[in-house]
T-cell receptor, first 115, second 113 residues
Framework: NAGVTQTPKFQVLKTGQSMTLQCAQD?????MYWYRQDPGMGLRLIYY???????DKGEVPNGYNVSRLNKREFSLRLESAAPSQTSVYFC??????????????FGPGTRLLVL | AQKITQTQPGMFVQEKEAVTLDCTYD???????LFWYKQPSSGEMIFLIY????DQQNATEGRYSLNFQKARKSANLVISASQLGDSAMYFC??????????WGAGTKLIIKP
């Protein structure tokens, strides 16, 4: 049972380059999330998708775009990477878009370095 | 504003001892959820335990229990009989009224043999 998968695991970019981080879940979850984790800080929400066809901004959306391709897949795109986007990126999913106790399950993360 | 505070950046605990990781939260919502996640050095985030604001009893999951003190707005994680494999970062998170998680900065726990 794969759960939440992310690709790539590691990526080095030059300032100004673009890239897309891929995320897929096989748990039939409605909601999906993108977080970034910086040293010494908790996770910060970039974007989320409560259900297929919808996306909403989180705490730190600037510099990112997302696409909820279908129920399984949620991608994060950096159009013009900046050194401040060096971080570890986590994708997560949860069962429904509403109601408490929607435990989020996480992918293994993508380590991104922008030079 | 809603906020999660973890005041212990790091802790050292002797193997087999119990350990308490602190978490305080701030919210004006009457309904909320509190989560603890573990992040080992390999980097993945592992769900440990959940407590709902209306739950009458403290949550327990195996060696993990949550000491929920609603009036004090605290939700401390207790790990009984610690093991070397418990060494990791531990994050407290709160689900807000928009069903989004707000995260604390984490506590690095090191278990000494």
């Amino acid at each position: 049972n794969a759960g939440v998968t992310q690709t790539p695991k590691f990526q080095v970019l030059k300032t100004g380059q673009s890239m897309t981080l891929q995320c897929a879940q096989d748990m039939n979850h409605n909601s999906m999330y993108w977080y970034r984790q910086d040293p010494g800080m908790g996770l910060r929400l970039i974007y989320y998708s409560a259900s297929e066809g919808t996306t909403d901004k989180g705490e730190v959306p600037n510099g990112y775009n997302v696409s909820r391709l279908n129920k399984r897949e949620f991608s994060l795109r950096l159009e013009s990477a900046a050194p401040s986007q060096t971080s570890v990126y986590f994708c997560a999913s949860s069962a429904t878009s509403g109601g408490m106790r929607e435990t989020q399950y996480f992918g293994p993360g993508t380590r991104l370095l922008v030079l | 504003a809603q906020k999660i505070t973890q005041t212990q950046p790091g802790m050292f605990v002797q193997e087999k001892e119990a350990v308490t990781l602190d978490c305080t939260y701030d919210t004006s919502d009457p309904s909320y959820g509190l989560f603890w996640y573990k992040q080992p050095s390999s980097g993945e985030m592992i769900f440990l335990i959940y407590q709902g604001s209306y739950d009458q009893q403290n949550a327990t999951e195996g060696r993990y229990s949550l000491n929920f003190q609603k009036a004090r707005k605290s939700a401390n994680l207790v790990i009984s009989a610690s093991q070397l494999g418990d060494s990791a970062m531990y994050f407290c998170a709160m689900e807000d009224s928009n069903y989004q998680l707000i995260w604390g900065a984490g506590t690095k726990l090191i278990i000494k043999p």
